[in-house]
């Protein structure tokens, strides 16, 4: 219906785990990667959970898709079995037969054994994969872990991989789970998209789906973000009942009004149960700290002078609109170019400013758009909505922020005070009143190498990136060893750059991406940083 008017191949936001429409982001990459080398060890247990819609599915079709062919796959999607059950329905998908009247617990074990036995002798390899494994009891999950003490006297012979919702990781801690827990080889948790991969994600599926256009507004993209919380599975339902919106309006675009509208039609009187709830939540918050002041000054009135060094803690009540700061992206959620919204034209003059501490004249009318000039000038911008000042401290560039409803650039933070460039003057305020007035937001610019176009992984052949990253390397510790890498990205290099990252605390993954790449130009001393903050 809507395909036609957009110009679109097929429907782009079907909530099937198809995984042509995988987007690749980081969290996927790094789960998929994970998944991959689990499967490359010696037998035991791979453990995927996320929460309800995050696309556990997807990736695992996907990972189907890419193993290599010795491997033999028992899919098990029913995880609301009994031990009898389970081992049935492993037999079943090797298409392994045992007699109905010798049928227990032992023979299905002795004839799964020998299977294992006989497909290890002739090169294959097994993996039984169980989806919704939340599902299953302390008592399954024991056999399963007896079931991978099944080995040669060298190769254990079996690979069970557990697809699940967080309530699984709860299970598995269990103490009389904690064989099972330590024979886990590979591990992932698929966190929901941060409000940047939102819109990748939905202008990735757009494309897949044969879009060349932008069909979401940059308002309503965000919108769509806070409604479905970052999880795949809502964004699609949203998207889709939004873009239909549109057609039914003979709209090019989609706006807030449609994904309001979607968000209705979708969620219904959940969405005002939330609401509600939220409201609740505040009102009984702010009834508790009313409660504990009237018991603080009624204890402190019975206290003797000077017996008590009492501490005013201000505290933040978020409304039940307000959406909750995201936690900080991972190692490489780096648009290829700026693709940010541009500022607003109140705001050219300050991001300007921004412009300068890189040493780039940007004029404030500069009809290029602000991102363009910076990309033109070897920068990139990037987006995102933080929570502390911690998390500024870890980004630790001059930034541009919201303070109190204006646009001004965050140059330094020292001692309890920031330090602020308005449009009109300097400003320096103290942490506190500068958290009241901050809506969360920034935009900064980062310096990527030459030739950088997205994360580089083992396998990646990029020679301008890699001998940027070791002759970096090789600045900052002058005993690294050279290492001849024919332009590749070779695991050399990739435990080279782990070792680089656990030494400055970051994600060991060895993975060469943005925050790896900011913190080698920060130590190098090539880029700005913020005044006041610690090396």
């Known amino acids: 219906m809507y395909c036609d008017y957009f110009g679109l191949d097929r429907e782009p936001f079907s909530i099937a785990p198809d995984p042509a429409f995988v987007y690749p982001s980081a969290k996927h990459r790094q789960a998929l990667a994970h998944l991959k080398y689990g499967l490359e060890r010696e037998?035991?247990?791979?453990?995927?959970?996320?929460?309800?819609?995050?696309?556990?599915?997807?990736?695992?079709?996907?990972?189907?898709?890419?193993?290599?062919?010795?491997?033999?796959?028992?899919?098990?999607?029913?995880?609301?079995?009994?031990?009898?059950?389970?081992?049935?329905?492993?037999?079943?998908?090797?298409?392994?037969?045992?007699?109905?009247?010798?049928?227990?617990?032992?023979?299905?074990?002795?004839?799964?054994?020998?299977?294992?036995?006989?497909?290890?002798?002739?090169?294959?390899?097994?993996?039984?994969?169980?989806?919704?494994?939340?599902?299953?009891s302390p008592e399954v999950l024991e056999m399963l872990r007896l079931l991978t003490n099944l080995e040669t006297n060298t190769t254990k012979l079996l690979h069970i991989l557990l697809v699940g919702q967080p309530e699984l990781l709860d299970t598995i801690g269990l103490p009389q789970l904690r064989q099972l827990d330590q024979r886990i080889i590979s591990r992932f948790h698929l966190e929901p998209l941060d409000r940047s991969e939102t819109e990748h994600y939905l202008n990735h599926r757009l494309a897949k789906a044969?879009?060349?256009?932008?069909?979401?507004?940059?308002?309503?993209?965000?919108?769509?973000?806070?409604?479905?919380?970052?999880?795949?599975?809502?964004?699609?339902?949203?998207?889709?009942?939004?873009?239909?919106?549109?057609?039914?309006?003979?709209?090019?675009?989609?706006?807030?009004?449609?994904?309001?509208?979607?968000?209705?039609?979708?969620?219904?009187?959940?969405?005002?149960?939330?609401?509600?709830?939220?409201?609740?939540?505040?009102?009984?918050?702010?009834?508790?700290?009313?409660?504990?002041?009237?018991?603080?000054?009624?204890?402190?009135?019975?206290?003797?002078?000077?017996?008590?060094?009492?501490?005013?803690?201000?505290?933040?009540?978020?409304?039940?609109?307000?959406?909750?700061?995201?936690?900080?992206?991972?190692?490489?959620?780096?648009?290829?170019?700026?693709?940010?919204?541009?500022?607003?034209?109140?705001?050219?003059?300050?991001?300007?400013?921004l412009l300068t501490y890189w040493s780039v004249d940007a004029p404030a009318e500069s009809a290029g758009g602000m991102c363009a000039v910076a990309y033109e000038s070897g920068l990139l911008c990037a987006e995102q909505t933080l929570g502390s000042i911690q998390e500024i401290l870890a980004i630790n560039r001059p930034m541009l922020v919201g303070q109190d409803g204006e646009s001004v650039v965050l140059i330094a933070l020292e001692e309890g005070q920031v330090r602020l460039v308005t449009p009109e003057s300097p400003l320096v305020v103290d942490e506190q009143t500068f958290v009241r007035g901050w809506d969360g937001d920034v935009v900064y610019l980062w310096r990527p190498p030459p030739g950088y176009n997205g994360s580089v992984w083992v396998g990646d052949r990029n020679s301008t990136v890699i001998s940027w990253v070791l002759d970096k390397l090789r600045t900052i510790n002058p005993e690294q060893p050279d290492l001849i890498t024919g332009g590749n990205y070779s695991q050399a290099v990739s435990d080279a750059v782990a070792a680089f990252q656990r030494a400055q605390g970051l994600t060991a993954d060895g993975v060469l991406g943005q925050k790896t790449i900011m913190k080698l130009n920060e130590l190098l001393a090539s880029v700005p940083v913020l005044e006041g903050v610690p090396d």
Not at 325 to 338: G, R
């Open 43 to 136: 037998g035991g247990f791979l453990l995927l959970t996320g929460e309800v819609g995050t696309g556990k599915t997807t990736l695992v079709r996907l990972l189907v898709e890419q193993i290599p062919a010795s491997f033999r796959i028992a899919y098990i999607l029913n995880a609301t079995l009994d031990r009898l059950d389970v081992l049935a329905s492993i037999c079943e998908e090797l298409g392994l037969e045992v007699e109905a009247e010798t049928r227990s617990a032992k023979t299905y074990v002795d004839r799964i054994n020998a299977d294992l036995l006989q497909a290890h002798a002739e090169g294959r390899k097994t993996l039984v994969i169980i989806e919704e494994a939340q599902n299953l």
């Open 210 to 353: 044969g879009c060349i256009r932008p069909l979401f507004e940059r308002k309503a993209i965000r919108r769509m973000h806070q409604l479905a919380d970052g999880i795949p599975r809502k964004l699609n339902l949203l998207a889709e009942r939004a873009l239909l919106g549109a057609f039914a309006e003979s709209k090019n675009k989609v706006g807030t009004a449609q994904v309001m509208q979607a968000r209705r039609e979708v969620f219904g009187d959940a969405v005002r149960q939330k609401k509600s709830a939220a409201k609740s939540l505040v009102v009984a918050a702010l009834f508790m700290m009313v409660a504990v002041a009237a018991l603080y000054f009624l204890q402190s009135s019975q206290l003797e002078l000077g017996n008590t060094d009492a501490q005013l803690v201000e505290q933040r009540v978020i409304p039940s609109d307000e959406v909750v700061s995201e936690p900080e992206p991972a190692e490489d959620q780096v648009p290829q170019a700026p693709v940010i919204a541009e500022p607003q034209p109140e705001q050219r003059t300050v991001f300007s400013s």
